[in-house]
T-cell receptor, first 109, second 112 residues
Framework: RKEVEQDPGPFNVPEGATVAFNCTYS??????FFWYRQDCRKEPKLLMS???SGNEDGRFTAQLNRASQYISLLIRDSKLSDSATYLC??????????FGSGTKLNVKP | DTGVSQNPRHKITKRGQNVTFRCDPI?????LYWYRQTLGQGPEFLTY????????KSRLLSDRFSAERPKGSFSTLEIQRTEQGDSAMYLC??????????FGPGTRLTVL
């Protein structure tokens, strides 16, 4: 079983739509969770950390469900510039990070 | 540019040859990571340094792979006797803490 699993998509949504991605992880002892964004042929960049209490940054909201071992990312009012691959990241040991395969988002005009 | 830099950006080699990649982290970042990414997949953890000490190493890192970080500054990743399955993007990331990682642009390796 993979450490981190994501739906590869693609999610094709119109501008202004709300879209949500989920990601499941296998190690119940994991303590740190993140969402990274990767544009085509570019390096990944941190989008946001995921806290137990959930966190919001503008149009982006991340949630953690420890009981079911999944994290989610909600994007409201999608913009064309949100088109990218969103990578779920879970810390699987001290300074050892597992990336999901990514969920591709296409926002269309 | 004070970001993470990697050299070369592209490397084409023949099967069986050795290759070496370099990563220059952001100054004063004591944590450095190497990842490998293939098309359609997320980055796969290879190894982690804190300063000059290699503290974690994935079982993906076979005996043909070796990484160093002398003096806790730049790092090198060497692949000996390359195989076609080694073709991938090799990403380096540095971090000042245990969470946000700053990635370099990567070195794309093609093994013919």
């Amino acid at each position: 079983r993979k450490e981190v699993e994501q739906d590869p998509g693609p999610f094709n949504v119109p501008e202004g739509a709300t879209v949500a991605f989920n990601c499941t992880y296998s190690n119940s002892a994991s303590q740190s969770f993140f969402w990274y964004r990767q544009d085509c042929r570019k390096e990944p960049k941190l989008l946001m950390s995921v806290y137990s209490s959930g966190n919001e940054d503008g149009r982006f909201t991340a949630q953690l469900n420890r009981a079911s071992q999944y994290i989610s990312l909600l994007i409201r009012d999608s913009k064309l510039s949100d088109s990218a691959t969103y990578l779920c990241v879970v810390e699987g040991g001290v300074n050892k990070f597992y990336f999901g395969s990514g969920t591709k988002l296409n926002v269309k005009p | 540019d004070t970001g993470v830099s990697q050299n070369p950006r592209h490397k084409i080699t023949k099967r069986g040859q050795n290759v070496t990649f370099r990563c220059d982290p952001i100054s004063e970042h004591n944590r450095l990571y190497w990842y490998r990414q293939t098309l359609g997949q997320g980055p796969e953890f290879l190894t982690y340094f804190q300063n000059e000490a290699q503290l974690e190493k994935s079982r993906l890192l076979s005996d043909r792979f070796s990484a160093e970080r002398p003096k806790g500054s730049f790092s090198t990743l060497e692949i000996q006797r390359t195989e076609q399955g080694d073709s991938a993007m090799y990403l380096c990331a540095s971090s000042p803490t245990s969470w946000e990682q700053f990635f370099g642009p990567g070195t794309r390796l093609t093994v013919l």
